[in-house]
């Protein structure tokens, strides 16, 4: 079969493989649809992954081809999403089905072979079977999707107040796809910062209001919110990009007994100065951290959340949708997503 395997660093080739061979509880997935990560760009041209060679991709969908020997029959020539963590089943975090919290996981596309590529060997416990009137598209981003959802019910758990005045900072896809989810549920109140108008015009084009839009330079944001918000500030910060000087947007922009949701994966080392900190003491913010999304098989899970939205046709995640292309031509989007050299949201290789 052919797939992208990065040998180390700024060593990615497209070559031919040997197809996978599915163990006893696995199934091989023919890959239909698969979406590149931003955290993919790195991976591949800066720091390599955890093993070499390796074939990267964790946000993929496809059809089941074959099924190893103890894989129940159902999933013969299901199509299929992917939850790519593979947990342990033994740790603590495990134990108590907090699956992304794993002491000891692996994971496809960063530790084991993953989605870009005509085949794929992956856990059946990890699948999660479509619905008819779910594209391929749509299940490759739900990964992301269930991402953006964790995040939203980690900000907003307990009383539903949909009163409640909502910052997105950082309008990539995870952000684009909380602010559709955040409208999806009956949240208005949303403000939107982002620093490309090309984003801000996204947002725009998915139904935030035209001044909830920031426009202005990044360092006049706070006093742009507050301007919004009679000077109190917002009630939920979601800040989804990873630099010390939005997360420090984020705490100064957040109102009193507000929170504060981070997100975005770390730029670099993030220090907070005295002020920031006395922010958070003097204001009681409740700062929390987010990352990747339930999925027990149950029907509270994340992805059982995504994939209802889907099914009922609440969600189009396929708006973020900016490039489609080819396996072979998949290059290009590393290229543009490492470049910038173009405009683009969720890069897709698809023959769906």
Same mark, same amino acid.
């Given at each position: 079969?052919?797939? *992208?395997?990065?040998?180390?660093?700024?060593?990615?080739?497209?070559?031919?493989?040997?197809?996978?061979?599915? $163990?006893?509880?696995?199934?091989?997935?023919?890959?239909? @649809?698969?979406?590149?990560?931003?955290?993919?760009?790195?991976?591949?041209?800066?720091?390599?992954?955890?093993?070499?060679?390796?074939?990267?991709?964790?946000?993929? #969908?496809?059809?089941?081809?074959?099924?190893?020997?103890?894989? #129940?029959?159902?999933?013969? &020539?299901?199509?299929?999403?992917?939850?790519?963590?593979?947990?342990?089943?033994?740790?603590? $975090?495990?134990?108590?089905?907090?699956?992304?919290?794993?002491?000891?996981?692996?994971?496809?596309?960063? %530790?084991?072979?993953?989605?870009?590529?005509?085949?794929?060997?992956?856990? $059946?416990?990890?699948?999660?079977?479509?619905?008819?009137?779910?594209?391929?598209?749509?299940?490759?981003?739900?990964?992301?999707?269930?991402?953006?959802?964790?995040?939203? %019910?980690?900000?907003?758990?307990?009383?539903?107040?949909?009163?409640?005045?909502?910052?997105?900072?950082?309008?990539?896809?995870?952000?684009?796809?909380?602010?559709?989810?955040?409208?999806?549920?009956?949240?208005? &109140?949303?403000?939107?910062?982002?620093?490309?108008?090309?984003?801000?015009?996204?947002?725009?084009?998915?139904?935030?209001?035209?001044?909830?839009?920031?426009?202005?330079?990044?360092?006049?944001?706070?006093? *742009?919110?507050?301007?919004?918000?009679?000077?109190?500030?917002?009630?939920?910060?979601?800040?989804?990009?990873?630099?010390?000087?939005?997360?420090?947007?984020?705490?100064?922009? !957040?109102?009193?007994?507000?929170?504060?949701?981070?997100?975005?994966?770390?730029? #670099?080392?993030?220090?907070?100065?005295?002020?920031?900190? *006395?922010?958070?003491?003097?204001?009681?913010? !409740?700062?929390?951290?987010?990352? &990747?999304? #339930?999925?027990?098989?149950?029907?509270?899970?994340?992805?059982?959340?995504?994939?209802?939205?889907? %099914?009922?046709?609440?969600?189009?995640?396929?708006?973020?949708?900016?490039?489609?292309?080819?396996?072979?031509?998949?290059?290009?989007?590393?290229?543009?997503?490492?470049?910038?050299?173009? @405009?683009?949201?969720?890069?897709?290789? !698809?023959? $769906?």
């Amino acid at each position: 079969m052919k797939a *992208w395997v990065l040998y180390g660093a700024d060593d990615i080739r497209f070559e031919e493989v040997d197809k996978p061979q599915p $163990a006893e509880n696995e199934v091989i997935v023919a890959v239909r @649809a698969a979406g590149i990560c931003g955290s993919d760009i790195p991976r591949i041209y800066q720091t390599g992954a955890h093993v070499h060679p390796l074939i990267p991709g964790h946000e993929f #969908s496809g059809q089941v081809a074959a099924a190893g020997k103890t894989v #129940s029959k159902v999933w013969e &020539n299901q199509r299929v999403g992917i939850f790519p963590l593979i947990p342990c089943r033994n740790c603590v $975090a495990c134990r108590t089905q907090h699956y992304e919290l794993c002491r000891s996981y692996s994971y496809l596309g960063s %530790r084991r072979d993953g989605g870009f590529a005509e085949y794929v060997s992956v856990p $059946a416990w990890n699948l999660i079977a479509l619905p008819d009137n779910v594209t391929y598209e749509q299940a490759a981003m739900m990964e992301p999707m269930a991402v953006a959802v964790h995040a939203m %019910r980690s900000a907003l758990t307990g009383a539903v107040d949909r009163a409640k005045s909502i910052a997105v900072c950082g309008l990539g896809t995870i952000g684009m796809l909380l602010v559709l989810f955040l409208r999806e549920a009956g949240y208005e &109140n949303i403000y939107v910062l982002g620093n490309k108008e090309f984003q801000r015009s996204m947002a725009a084009a998915i139904g935030v209001e035209p001044g909830h839009i920031y426009h202005g330079d990044p360092g006049s944001a706070c006093e *742009w919110l507050f301007a919004q918000t009679d000077g109190v500030g917002v009630d939920v910060f979601l800040e989804c990009v990873g630099k010390n000087e939005t997360i420090s947007d984020a705490i100064r922009c !957040t109102a009193p007994n507000g929170v504060v949701q981070l997100v975005g994966n770390p730029a #670099s080392d993030l220090l907070f100065d005295q002020n920031t900190y *006395w922010k958070i003491l003097r204001n009681q913010l !409740t700062v929390k951290g987010s990352w &990747n999304s #339930s999925f027990t098989h149950s029907e509270e899970d994340d992805w059982q959340y995504v994939l209802d939205r889907l %099914r009922r046709g609440c969600i189009q995640p396929q708006q973020c949708i900016t490039h489609r292309l080819a396996l072979g031509a998949l290059e290009k989007g590393f290229r543009i997503m490492r470049d910038k050299t173009e @405009a683009y949201m969720k890069v897709m290789q !698809t023959d $769906a």
